[in-house]
């Protein structure tokens, strides 16, 4: 059995369980839809004509998904000097699922919502303790830098946390933010020092 079905000012040729791409429709996705605008039913040799719909007769859908058609660009040009435009447009579709085609009885057929899935998760809060945190100014203040004794390592520094550990802090430059020209100034300046 299949039907001709008139939808967004087109008309289709639909069977059960077809999936068809209208014009959009106001549903939400897995909503179900009646189309009451039957233009013609056909089973085999028996067709129904409409004049101009079928009595009675609808077409029950299932959307599937909303969606948007291929980009089309249009080009606007006349016969002057930079004349023209350019402009995109993607159509808002709807992808539908056709589930039963009713020759009689359409306007009793009644569709059913989507069950709303919540997909919110309930998130507790716990209230955390304030713990306070000292800036990294104080953390600076509380490391020692002492200058190397032997005459190796003349010129590096070693900083000494009043924790257990204790680490060595070289400085570098990225390469890529500066300038050859002040490379070599820093390199002539760093050979003065030693």
């Known amino acids: 059995m299949y039907a001709v079905v008139k939808t967004g000012g087109k008309q289709y040729r639909v069977e059960k369980e077809d999936v068809v791409l209208v014009e959009k429709l106001n549903a939400k996705d897995g909503d179900q839809l009646v189309l009451s605008n039957v233009l013609m039913i056909?089973?085999?040799?028996?067709?129904?004509?409409?004049?101009?719909?079928?009595?009675?007769?609808?077409?029950?859908?299932?959307?599937i998904r909303q969606t948007r058609g291929p980009k089309i660009t249009m080009i606007y040009k006349r016969r002057r000097k930079s004349s023209r435009r350019k402009q995109g447009h993607k159509q808002d579709l709807t992808l539908l699922k056709i589930i039963d085609i009713a020759e009689t009885g359409g306007s009793k057929l009644s569709p059913q919502k989507a069950t709303a899935k919540s997909t919110e998760?309930?998130?507790?809060i716990k209230a955390q303790p304030k713990t306070e945190t000292q800036p990294k100014v104080f953390e600076e203040k509380e490391k020692k830098i002492v200058k190397a004794k032997s005459t190796e390592e003349k010129g590096k520094k070693i900083v000494k946390d009043k924790s257990t550990t204790s680490k060595k802090v070289e400085t570098k430059t990225k390469s890529s933010s500066i300038k050859p020209e002040t490379k070599a100034k820093i390199k002539k300046t760093s050979t003065i020092k030693q």
């Open 42 to 63: 056909g089973d085999g040799k028996k067709i129904t004509l409409g004049t101009p719909l079928v009595n009675d007769a609808a077409v029950m859908a299932q959307v």
């Open 121 to 124: 998760k309930k998130i507790e």
